[in-house]
């Protein structure tokens, strides 16, 4: 089974900063990596597909980038409304797994 | 708008079966894959599985001999049913819509229902 490893764990940042969030694959996924923004009792969300498809009504301040193994989720410019947990998933896989998530916090 | 909404007992006593409903509203139900996925503190995101009204399903490996996911057009719903749980099945539970054919990836969600394993 693929293993999704993201990091850093946690993150502490502030408004204005440039934020970049790693997820890294086991083994080759192509790019059907996908991200979400999940925050605290609501669903996730999707961001990104296809590691670097902004999805519909994602501000552009979000962008996604990489191939293979290795990817990165970054955030131009962080805003108040993007303290969230990210997670990164591979799909159209067997068993679609997630990453175990990047909680970006108020620094 | 795509609308969906978890409906099923918040408490399940364990080796007996969890059975959770999806109300789908604002899209053709038959034009889509609808996929169940859970999230509990110990094991974060996972994807539990995905049927299409045609009756194809796919499941996760480790939970396939449990699970049984089926989606009715005529009540514009789909169903859940994981049998023998345990406190391993604790979780909250998210339905939502698959993008396209591509497995596990989805766009829209249901606001989660929370569901305790407990005797």
């Known amino acids: 089974d693929i293993q999704l490893t993201q990091s850093p764990s946690t993150l502490s940042a502030s408004v204005g900063d440039r934020v970049t969030i790693t997820c890294r694959a086991s083994?080759?996924?192509?790019?059907?990596l996908a991200w979400y923004q999940q925050k605290p009792g609501k669903a996730p969300k999707l961001l990104i597909y296809?590691?670097?498809n902004l999805e519909s009504g994602v501000p552009s301040r979000f962008s996604g980038s990489g191939s293979g193994t290795e990817f990165t989720l970054t955030i131009g410019s962080l805003q108040p409304d993007d303290f969230a947990t990210y997670y990164c998933?591979?799909?159209?896989?067997?068993?679609?797994?997630f990453g175990q998530g990047t909680k970006v916090e108020i620094k | 708008q795509v609308q969906l909404q978890e409906s099923g007992p918040g408490l399940v006593k364990p080796s007996e079966t969890l059975s959770l409903t999806c109300t789908v509203s604002?899209?053709?139900?038959?034009?889509?894959?609808w996929s169940w996925i859970r999230q509990s503190p110990g094991k974060g995101l996972e994807w539990i599985g995905h049927?299409?009204?045609?009756?194809?399903?796919d499941y996760n490996p480790s939970l396939t001999s449990r699970v049984t996911i089926l989606v009715d057009t005529s009540k514009y719903q789909f169903s859940l049913k994981v049998t023998s749980v345990t406190a391993a099945d604790t979780a909250v539970y998210y339905c939502?819509?698959?993008?396209?054919?591509?497995?596990?990836?989805?766009?829209?969600w249901g606001q989660g229902t929370l569901v305790t394993v407990t005797s």
């Open positions: 939502a819509r698959v993008i396209g054919s591509y497995q596990g990836l989805v766009d829209y």
């Open positions: 604002g899209v053709s139900i038959s034009s889509y894959y």
């Open positions: 049927a299409h009204y045609s009756g194809n399903t």
């Open positions: 083994q080759s996924v192509s790019n059907l």
């Open positions: 296809k590691a670097s």
């Open positions: 998933q591979h799909y159209n896989t067997y068993s679609p797994p």
